[in-house]
């Protein structure tokens, strides 16, 4: 702070002048000492100068509300809500969230550094703070069909950027623990940075490896008791709760009922849709499900705060106090603990503001590659016996491995499958450099009739992924996102019921969210009446099950993967290996 | 952690090979979750690998004990201890404290950055991690007379140091609030590092404008109320427990009534002498303190571990977590808590071990310069009226100024004060540059009967400081530290009863504190049959009484100097302000 400066401030502090704006009359949440204090908050540029006996030259009136910091989603992808980042910020930031820790990990297996410094750009005026973890795993795994490769070496220039806080979420845990040379150098770039962890299932030996390598957060928990092993490890524990993966009731019911020190717990939401952040809303709503758990407020609102702040050593953030930023969030009360009004270095966000959408470089619109894709690709033999079947499982993220018989036909000398039942066919479709790799399989639980869904949303390689009870409709979806350069799209009897294009690298839209959002809803409403169950989010759903890091079983370019045994196969009807 | 070796310890992590070291069966506090897990401690090159199923090479079994993260003492300085840094260390390490955040603000106040180098040089091979905030205030205020001046640009070369944390506590409040340009430009040398406070007195605005300017700790809260009130402001709390300042009851018994969250508070001892140490402990008599007040141990347990760590940015130390320093302390219960082995990076302590002490630079031993000391110089007249006079306070190193009638006599003309009953004399005499300066007061409360003390320990310049009931026995103390080159001295009936002398820099001995202690002992003893109250230290008190930044009043080479009104008196008998 210029000394100039802070001599205004602090005569304004010590009451010898009026602040420029002040808050008054509202109940303020005292992040360090976890309570709720009577007074005003004296506001100067954008900084806090004390909470106290203030006047100010302008004065908002908060009597009978009360004042928090404003919130810290600790962990997120900007790319998995569809939009461009400056308007999910905008919505987010509505529901009180006013600190982004980013990890560009979709744009970056898609479009390397550009897509990253497309995530950085978008943000740059956002009425947030908005933050960049460098994505650790691009590929994020050896049978990955991604778009670029990001190595020590290509992040280095990214290291000292004053946005740029760490290492993402390092998802290749075996490269950790076995000290592979090109991740170690992406450890010891970011030594003295945070670097997020991805670890849900280690044993307790690998997890103390991990964490030895200085892995110091995970978002990935989805119990109490793996939580508590991360947490004892030295791990901040990201609770998080997004439109896919709900782990908040899990972890806060244990926390609860244990009445757990919950010091080093955060909150993230990982991927969560417009349409649902819209609708329930975002970190706010984090909070306000753990209350309802039994949580204390406090406690809620400290994870929600200056613990993700200190997480992520960011020192003017996270608290109600002389030198912080004057990012603050109004709420009507601590039952129903509604967001009234946000403000970002003091200054209103306002939710008909409109967001202003950034061009996009024209290189990042053009990501869709196929090479002479046809029908016959998505063909799938049917070998005899029994046949890996990925069970998609509602709400979750994990997958589950049947081994079982399956319907098939015989066309023409072929025996094929061919879906029926509960049995859909699967394809990931390699998208990026014109491989022509095509995978099928088989899933169960999904209960599409009809027709197919596609997007070009998969994790981590965003390879085209499409579910469908026929071959035509499937095929059809595919060329459908081929011509949108991306996208979502619903296939219903041989016609393109509805396709949201996702031009920007095939991962978001640029037509705004009220589009995004109107297209969503009646394409998911649809989707429902095709028989998904209503548990599954359709593309969410559909966008993990190419995720070869979470287990069980996945589909990829290459065929079926097994996430346990890291073994591809030929076809899905291969052995069981013996257990 | 290069690679090689992290291979090595992620095999006996995850129990693939033995680790080296093992410790078996005890419950380990695991600072992150404040809970106690029975497991077993792997260790490697000092280096915590895991906490489980483990088996070592070396095996210590402490089955039915408790193993906790050593302590950190959040804020001392080292010199108040008497003996040098590596005895002291050394000592205070087998009482658990392994880590020790140190002030050498005496030392730069006699001689500067010799007085720094000479405290890291010392500490570099102690047996425990020892770190240092740069003394902001050398001088302390305009009104002392110490050795030397410690600008911005003096400290730039310290600021890469990789053991200096930040800036040391900042008690001249008033230049930071008012924005004086030498004072920012010491804090904006230390702008992204900690910034240590010393501000126990402050109103409410000059509290926030002083958080404000990044100052994010104190250890000078005397009660409950203030602390709060400071931990509001975004500082930390770091509850004192030294020899002459005692405020962990007031603030524990605060905390455990109103049942506050303690994330924000921290211990320290600031001055404690190795005799005491010896006797109560160090850090760990903090925490068995606060256990016995109510504290659950727990929480005690994180103010003195992964609290203070996370306060002054250790990321490798206050846990027993994978890649934490193995700095370990072993206890026998939760109740008694008693410390039965202390390890600093895997490596016990034992405290029959002999300290080395390292030479000092001859140039820090001739640091006491008189110019023509006489008599003479003691004499105070009595003006008339009703004099300033210093009340001590037992357990308190504030002061409270009198303003009462006193003794005096007429002697050769001349009406002097004469220390009578509960009056004594009181002066302070420049040593540093031989000005010559020497001040004189009245003090009330120290007892002393049928002699004199006198120090060259008086914060926070250094000079002599001397008590008696006559002018004789004071000559013959400050003649006796002139001859030593700084100590404590007794004085009784015109012989020197003992002397401690502590030559380096006239603030320690390197006699070794075997000597220290037994003639501390005896000359302390001899202090009290002389009348000195049992509820003061002679010494430590002593030292205290020309700290002009500490309420009310205070002596100074210049004469009595009123703390709350920034003013030095010609003489006592000055006038009081009207109020």
Chains 1, 2 share one sequence.
Request: net charge negative.
């Amino acid at each position: 702070m210029e000394l100039e400066k802070y001599r205004l401030y602090s005569e304004a502090a010590r009451g010898i002048r009026k602040a420029p704006l002040v808050f008054r009359g509202a109940r303020v949440f005292m992040a360090h000492t976890g309570e709720f204090v009577q007074g005003n908050v004296a506001v100067a540029d954008g900084i806090i100068l004390g909470v106290g006996d203030y006047s100010g030259e302008e004065e908002i009136d908060l009597t009978g509300k009360y004042l928090c910091p404003g919130f810290i989603d600790s962990h997120l992808h900007l790319e998995s809500t569809l939009v461009t980042p400056g308007e999910l910020i905008r919505q987010a930031a509505c529901c009180g969230t006013t600190t982004f820790i980013v990890d560009p990990h979709e744009s970056a297996n898609v479009s390397g550094s550009d897509g990253i410094d497309y995530i950085l750009k978008q943000t740059e005026d956002a009425p947030a703070n908005v933050f960049v973890m460098m994505p650790s795993c691009v590929p994020a795994t050896h049978v990955d069909d991604n778009g670029c490769t990001l190595t020590a070496g290509r992040m280095k220039s990214y290291v000292e950027h004053p946005r740029v806080l760490g290492l993402g979420e390092v998802m290749d845990a075996a490269s950790v623990i076995n000290g592979s040379v090109s991740m170690h150098e992406k450890l010891a770039l970011f030594e003295k940075r945070v670097k997020d962890g991805h670890a849900p299932f280690l044993s307790p030996g690998d997890l103390a490896a991990y964490a030895l390598a200085g892995i110091s957060t995970d978002h990935e928990c989805v119990d109490y008791e793996y939580a508590m092993a991360e947490c004892r490890n030295g791990m901040y524990v990201l609770i998080r709760e997004g439109s896919a993966a709900r782990n908040l009731e899990a972890i806060v019911s244990g926390i609860v009922s244990s009445r757990t020190d919950t010091s080093f717990f955060c909150f993230c939401t990982d991927d969560k849709h417009i349409e649902e952040i819209k609708r329930e809303g975002h970190i706010n709503y984090n909070i306000k499900r753990a209350v309802q758990l039994g949580l204390p407020v406090e406690k809620a609102l400290k994870m929600a705060t200056i613990q993700a702040a200190r997480c992520y050593g960011l020192s003017g953030l996270g608290a109600v106090a002389p030198g912080y930023q004057a990012d603050l969030v109004v709420l009507d009360d601590l039952e129903e603990l509604n967001v009234l009004e946000v403000y970002h270095k003091g200054r209103r966000i306002l939710p008909d503001e409109k967001a202003g959408i950034a061009a996009c470089p024209p290189g990042l619109k053009n990501t869709v590659h196929l090479k002479n894709f046809s029908m016959e690709r998505l063909k799938l033999r049917h070998e005899g016996g029994r046949a890996h079947v990925i069970r998609m499982i509602q709400g979750q993220i994990v997958t589950e491995d049947l081994y079982e018989e399956v319907p098939f036909q015989e066309t023409e000398g072929e025996r094929l499958f061919v879906p029926e039942g509960d049995y859909l066919k699967i394809a990931a479709v390699e998208r990026h450099k014109g491989t022509g790799k095509t995978g099928t399989g088989i899933v169960k639980g999904f209960g599409l009739k009809g027709g197919a869904v596609a997007s070009s949303v998969s994790h981590d390689s965003h390879n085209l992924i499409v579910i469908g009870d026929n071959d035509r409709d499937m095929y059809l979806a595919v060329q459908e996102l081929a011509r949108t350069q991306g996208g979502y799209t619903l296939v219903e009897n041989g016609r393109v019921y509805e396709t949201l294009p996702l031009p920007v690298m095939g991962l978001m839209s640029d037509a705004g969210y009220e589009t995004v959002n109107s297209l969503l809803k009646r394409m998911i409403a649809r989707a429902h009446e095709m028989g998904i169950p209503e548990g599954f989010d359709p593309f969410i759903t559909l966008s993990f099950m190419a995720l070869p890091v979470i287990p069980e079983i996945r589909i990829t370019p290459r065929g079926v993967y097994l996430a346990k045994e890291d073994r591809i196969l030929e076809t899905p009807f291969e052995q069981k290996k013996a257990e």
